[in-house]
T-cell receptor
Framework: AQSVSQHNHHVILSEAASLELGCNYSYGGTVNLFWYVQYPGQHLQLLLKYFSGDPLVKGIKGFEAEFIKSKFSFNLRKPSVQWSDTAEYFCAVRGSSNTGKLIFGQGTTLQVKP | EAGVTQSPTHLIKTRGQQATLRCSPISGHTSVYWYQQALGLGLQFLLWYDEGEERNRGNFPPRFSGRQFPNYSSELNVNALELEDSALYLC?????????????FGPGTRLLVL
């Protein structure tokens, strides 16, 4: 069965620390990959996405993610976090067979201390 | 450009009743998706509508149903409500046609079943 696993459920960092959130997926074919973010009191927003091409993708607010096909991973990174990055982060995968279905990980809550 | 809108923001029902949730997609989007975000279960795909037709449904019982109107807005109906239906219901929309389209999410309807 298709699944997405986010290894860190709750991460606490100080401002200016580097961030890496892990995401691994289980799917036997071509995939589209996404990271969404949900800031406190706001709705789910797209952070970045990978469809094809350069496996290193850049998103909004200085975030980037690297698709490593051999490891079935799509980890999210940011070199220096800010207090405003406090949010819940969701990794999602969609198979290429166009079922319309996004499969989400359980989410990682990031708390950045000022 | 207005985002995806959902109504109502909150809904309280008792067990056995029916709930109707509404979603208006972004202008120009023809696909509408419904997801359930229940506590401890993460975001789970419910339904996908495109051009008025149901294209795919997730692993939910038939009492979860919906429809898409000619203006591409959508309704999600949940019949014979059960306590475990309490959750945040998210609607997303995407542009027509291509598989590689991003889903944009609305703020959700929080359903509480007593």
């Amino acid at each position: 069965a298709q699944s997405v696993s986010q290894h860190n459920h709750h991460v606490i960092l100080s401002e200016a620390a580097s961030l890496e959130l892990g995401c691994n997926y289980s799917y036997g074919g071509t995939v589209n990959l996404f990271w969404y973010v949900q800031y406190p009191g706001q709705h789910l927003q797209l952070l970045l996405k990978y469809f094809s091409g350069d496996p290193l993708v850049k998103g909004i607010k200085g975030f980037e993610a690297e698709f490593i096909k051999s490891k079935f991973s799509f980890n999210l990174r940011k070199p220096s976090v800010q207090w405003s990055d406090t949010a819940e982060y969701f990794c999602a995968v969609r198979g290429s067979s166009n079922t319309g279905k996004l499969i989400f990980g359980q989410g990682t809550t990031l708390q950045v201390k000022p | 450009e207005a985002g995806v809108t959902q109504s109502p923001t909150h809904l309280i029902k008792t067990r056995g009743q029916q709930a109707t949730l509404r979603c208006s997609p972004i202008s120009g989007h023809t696909s509408v998706y419904w997801y359930q975000q229940a506590l401890g279960l993460g975001l789970q795909f419910l339904l996908w509508y495109d051009e008025g037709e149901e294209r795919n449904r997730g692993n939910f019982p038939p009492r979860f149903s919906g429809r898409q109107f000619p203006n591409y807005s959508s309704e999600l109906n949940v019949n014979a409500l059960e306590l475990e239906d309490s959750a945040l219901y998210l609607c997303a929309s995407s542009k027509p046609g291509q598989m590689q389209e991003t889903q944009y999410f609305g703020p959700g309807t929080r359903l509480l079943v007593l």
